[in-house]
Nanobody, 124 residues
């Protein structure tokens, strides 16, 4: 059973930075492709970024390119999202997600394992 727990959200002003963390209870972290999603009030959940099992390949939605950086520390079994130059439109609940690297989740975005989410609020 894979469990994911996010932390690091909060209320910040526009232009500030936050780093989200996602701790995974898995036997071997490197077996999983990982992702961050977000859902703003009244909007559908959207994918923010993905990182493959080696950490060598990443994807970012256009709206966060150059501002957000995804990384993973498999020894610590933790996924990170460094968010810089935050904007009010980044306000959302942020979720981490995981899927086995053989399952094609990087293409389907149908991740089977999810955290409970952490709120990020950016004031103008």
């Amino acid at each position: 059973q894979v469990q994911l727990v996010e932390s690091g959200g909060g209320l910040v002003q526009a232009g500030a930075s936050l780093r989200l963390s996602c701790a995974a209870s898995v036997r071997t972290m490197s077996e999983y492709d990982l992702a961050w999603f977000r859902q703003a009030p009244g909007k559908e959940r959207e994918i923010v970024t993905t990182i493959n099992w080696t950490g060598a390949n990443t994807y970012y939605v256009n709206s966060v390119k150059g501002r957000f950086t995804v990384s993973r520390d498999d020894a610590k079994k933790t996924l990170y999202l460094q968010m810089n130059s935050l904007k009010p439109e980044d306000t959302a609940v942020y979720y981490c997600a995981a899927g086995e690297s053989w399952s094609g989740v990087l293409y389907s975005h149908r991740f089977p394992y999810w955290g409970q989410g952490t709120q990020v609020t950016v004031s103008s």
